[in-house]
């Protein structure tokens, strides 16, 4: 380690850290070694007050700045995030066991983009002039007001710059719960926003488990919830938010299908596959885990993805060149591990993989599963690790039919060198985020989001506006009054 990741303070409000021992201690675990790294406390209802007054008080102020001023802001911050890639890296490496050669460039990198995009827009969102006649209506896009983001433990600076950089754009506060599994980095996107010119209170850090997430949603200061986390969590916290008629955003889980036609680059396919499924260790929500593939090169496919799974470089993940990382925890290890069990006993053919590592840390070897059918367990439940189910198929109708057979509606993906036949099937899958000969592209300009059980809302692109802004429309008379009495 090169550095010692302990925060000044477990919680980041107004401006400063602060802390609270009464809250119950959170240790952050380093996935590649199971050593204990640094504690933080969980938030005190007192400590949860106390973020959501200031984030109240910042936002009157920072909603009455132009909207240039605002994305002044975030264009800073953009900058400062990407000057501190490498050390921003390690630390989400610690928090999350991410390989550095994945953090550096997929974590701090994406959140400056969206930092960035949405600095960019800042000074560009406006209402709309609409004439009636002599009569006018003008519309304003209105700040929501203070807005909670709550996160999973794959992405912690990304999920955190996601939520943040539209919501503050639009003129919004934010208080921020990471997962209570990976707790640091927020805490430095919260520093690197004060850095750049924020006003203390704008953008705050609370600690916590549900229970903290809970009382964030159920506070009437709050008239916005994002969340990124799983459709059971999900569920509960759009209906807490629904009994008070809050705005939601809901990034939630997904069983998503590949496609590979039998006229597909084969080697593209196979980058895709490998892409969508063991990148970050397979813990990634938009993964395409069902891997359906045509019956005539199902075997080929399986022969070149197995000789390209031993080129993976298992390992330290602060070594640049270690290409594949242990799980988040424990105890996601110890979920995936019982997948895996659940395959082998329901029949699938383990064609890779499928061990621990005999070495300190929550390494999970590379999985593949073949000859899986659609009712198994490993073809219907997210099992967010290295696991990939591949099927075969022989129809276009029929794997339509298939991939769509889910509650779920994240991604979807097309490997084929027949353009109709991409975008027929595209345009026939239920998904928000899809793929034509590539897997798991996430550019900040792009919408993304679900369908389904998949969630509700879109972060990124200008499609983010609308979910971190409401309008109010102006009807404006020119004439006299007409009354019937
Ligand atoms: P999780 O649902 O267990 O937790 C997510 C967050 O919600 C955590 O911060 C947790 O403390 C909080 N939480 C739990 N119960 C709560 C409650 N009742 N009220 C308020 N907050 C509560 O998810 P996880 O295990 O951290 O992450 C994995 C899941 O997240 C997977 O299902 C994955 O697909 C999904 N995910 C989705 C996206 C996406 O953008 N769609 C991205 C990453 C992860």
């Known amino acids: 380690m090169g550095y010692d990741p302990q925060p000044e303070g477990s919680h980041y409000i107004d401006g400063a850290y602060v802390d609270d021992s009464a809250g119950e201690v959170i240790e952050v675990i380093y996935p590649a070694t199971g050593e204990v790294i ?141 997962s209570e599994t990976t707790p640091l980095s927020a805490l430095k996107v919260a520093e690197i926003l004060i850095e750049a010119g924020a006003p203390a209170g704008l953008f705050n850090v609370v600690q916590g488990m549900g229970a903290v997430g809970g009382q964030l949603v159920g506070d009437p200061r709050v008239a916005k919830v994002s969340l990124t986390g799983s459709a059971a969590t999900g569920r509960k916290v759009y209906a807490a938010a629904a009994g008070e008629m809050k705005h939601v955003t809901m990034e939630l889980g997904g069983k998503s ?68 990382g242990p799980m988040v925890s424990a105890r996601q290890m110890e979920i995936v591990q019982g997948f895996i069990a659940q395959g082998e006993a329901e029949g699938a053919r383990l064609v890779y993989g499928g061990k621990r590592l005999e070495r300190p840390g929550f390494y999970l070897e590379p999985t593949v599963f073949a000859d899986v059918t659609d009712g198994m367990v490993i073809a219907r439940e997210e099992i967010f690790g290295p696991v990939m189910a591949v099927l075969d198929f022989e129809d276009e109708d029929e794997v339509i039919a298939r991939a769509n057979d889910t509650v779920y509606g994240l991604s979807a993906g097309v490997f084929t060198r027949d353009i109709s036949r991409a975008h027929r099937v595209i345009g026939r899958l239920q998904a928000g985020s899809c793929f034509v000969n590539s897997y798991n592209d996430a550019p900040v300009e792009a919408p993304f989001g679900g369908v389904k059980a998949s969630g509700v809302g879109r972060e990124n692109s200008k499609a983010a506006i609308e979910h971190y802004s409401q309008l109010k429309s102006v009807y404006v008379r020119m004439g006299d009054v007409e009354a019937p009495f």
């Open 257 to 324: 299908p590949l496609v590979v036609f039998e006229d597909a680059e084969l080697e593209n396919a196979v980058s895709g596959a490998i892409n969508g499924n063991f990148y970050s260790s397979g813990q990634v929500c938009s993964n395409g885990t069902r891997v359906f593939v045509h019956r005539a090169i199902k075997e080929a496919f399986l022969e070149r993805l197995t000789e390209r799974l031993k080129g993976a470089v298992i390992g330290d993940p602060m070594d640049e060149a270690t290409s594949f």
């Open 38 to 178: 640094a504690k933080v406390h969980a938030a005190t209802p007192a400590v949860v007050d106390r973020a959501l007054a200031a984030a109240a008080r910042a936002q009157v102020i920072w909603a009455a700045m132009t909207g240039r001023e605002r994305g002044r802001v975030l264009v800073d911050a953009a900058r400062l995030m990407r000057e501190r890639n490498r050390e921003l890296s390690e630390l989400e490496t610690l928090d999350t066991g991410k390989p550095l050669q994945e953090t550096l460039v997929a974590d701090a990198t994406s959140g400056a983009d969206a930092l960035e995009y949405f600095g960019g827009l800042a000074g560009s969102l406006t209402g709309e002039h609409i004439q009636l006649g002599e009569d006018w209506v003008y519309t304003v896009r209105e700040a929501l007001g203070v807005c909670v983001g709550i996160g999973a433990w794959n992405y912690p600076t990304q999920i955190a710059c996601w939520k943040a950089a539209p919501a503050l754009a639009c003129g919004n506060a934010m208080v921020f719960k990471p």
